[in-house]
């Protein structure tokens, strides 16, 4: 029994297993209470040999998960399980963050997973709508119509990407929201880039640098990243932003940046932010306006750049710029 060190997607990998005739179990977080290690919706897979990768509590739980997958795999019966500090159980597991949580586990529909996979692929996102009760499960799309009592709470989680727990009457459903991987398109392959860059990775963004200028965008300065050295609107025409997207425009040049910032605004990425001085920014501000961009777009800008915690060096100010995105990503500004 060992954990697999394979960095790639979970569900991907699920998917591949199954391709090879792997019998697979399927464990997700459903309910958490307290200073739960994990949030709702993680995953881990596991095969009948014990193999796994992913985590539902960080290593407190996964041997119980893990055994309870081997009889899932031999029966064909999903299992809840519940794991907390008051338990002997959770005790004995190492649960002793002092929170609690709940997890299904389920030999997953092979069919349903092709096809979420599919929408993932494709950045778009998707719902997947357990009945706790019976073990069935259904694939909810964003452009999908639903027709039945579940229509508004399978909306409300499209749109807000939050699964949780529904009571419907007697029945218990698990709505998980599936949304594309963050991306972070930096603009300017500048030393903040190649701090903020390999930090961005770390925390689970697909990031992609584009620059014009070939001496700065260079693999030798950026090893582990996927580089563009080309104009940003040749590269994000064929590769369009998204919803999904934070871009951070760094050079501080406005023939590389403008094109970028007016880009991410017009695709409602849910971080733009550029690199400047409040007095720069005044200036590209009225830069974009002649471009045609609106106020309230230009509002949404962030600048200076970064959360405001005294960076000055190159370092710092990426630190200061991924924290800033991922505060963006985590709490969303209320629709209007």
Same mark, same amino acid.
């Given at each position: 029994m060992y954990a697999s060190n394979d960095e790639s997607d979970t569900l991907l990998v699920a998917e591949q297993w199954l391709r090879e005739g792997r019998q697979t179990a399927l464990a997700t977080v459903i309910e958490t209470w307290g200073s739960a290690p994990r949030r709702i919706g993680s995953q881990m897979i596991i095969d009948a040999q014990g193999v796994f990768l992913g985590s539902v509590s960080g290593g407190c739980v996964e041997t119980e998960v893990i055994t309870a997958a081997a009889d899932v795999i031999a029966t064909g019966e999903p299992k809840l399980l519940e794991f907390g500090v008051a338990d002997e159980t959770a005790w004995r597991v190492g649960l002793s963050c002092g929170g609690r949580i709940r997890v299904s586990v389920e030999c997953p529909d092979k069919e349903l997973l092709y096809r979420l996979n599919q929408e993932r692929s494709a950045r778009r996102t998707a719902l997947v709508i357990s009945d706790l009760n019976q073990g069935h499960q259904r694939l909810i799309r964003e452009n999908d119509d639903v027709e039945d009592d579940l229509r508004d709470e399978a909306t409300t989680a499209?749109?807000?990407?939050?699964?949780?727990?529904?009571?419907?009457?007697? /029945?218990?459903?698990?709505?998980?929201?599936?949304?594309?991987?963050?991306?972070?398109?930096?603009?300017?392959?500048?030393?903040?880039?190649? =701090?903020?860059?390999?930090?961005?990775?770390?925390?689970?963004?697909?990031?992609?640098?584009?620059?014009?200028?070939?001496?700065? *965008?260079?693999?030798?300065?950026?090893?582990?990243?996927?580089?563009?050295?080309? &104009?940003?609107?040749?590269?994000?025409?064929?590769?369009?932003?998204?919803?999904?997207?934070?871009? @951070?425009?760094?050079?501080? $040049?406005?023939?590389?940046? $403008? &094109? *970028?910032? *007016?880009?991410?605004?017009?695709?409602?990425?849910?971080?733009?932010?550029?690199?400047?001085?409040? /007095?720069?920014?005044?200036?590209?501000?009225?830069?974009?306006?002649?471009?045609?961009?609106?106020?309230?777009?230009? $509002?949404?800008?962030?600048?200076?750049?970064?959360?405001?915690?005294? @960076?000055?060096?190159?370092?710092?100010? @990426?630190? !200061?710029?991924? =924290?800033?995105?991922?505060?963006?990503?985590?709490?969303? /500004?209320?629709? !209007?």
């Open positions: 499209l749109r807000n990407g939050v699964s949780r727990i529904l009571e419907v009457g007697e /029945k218990t459903y698990f709505l998980n929201v599936f949304r594309p991987k963050p991306r972070l398109v930096i603009i300017g392959a500048v030393h903040i880039s190649q =701090a903020l860059a390999p930090m961005a990775h770390m925390v689970g963004y697909d990031v992609e640098i584009i620059d014009p200028r070939t001496a700065f *965008a260079s693999p030798e300065r950026f090893p582990a990243s996927r580089i563009y050295p080309d &104009w940003p609107q040749d590269i994000l025409t064929k590769r369009p932003l998204d919803r999904h997207t934070a871009l @951070a425009a760094l050079t501080h $040049d406005p023939r590389i940046d $403008d &094109w *970028a910032l *007016a880009a991410a605004l017009e695709a409602g990425c849910f971080y733009v932010g550029a690199l400047g001085s409040r /007095k720069t920014h005044a200036q590209r501000l009225q830069r974009l306006a002649a471009l045609g961009t609106k106020q309230p777009d230009l $509002d949404r800008i962030a600048a200076p750049i970064g959360l405001n915690i005294g @960076a000055a060096t190159p370092s710092e100010i @990426a630190v !200061a710029v991924l =924290a800033e995105i991922i505060r963006s990503f985590r709490f969303p /500004k209320a629709e !209007a």
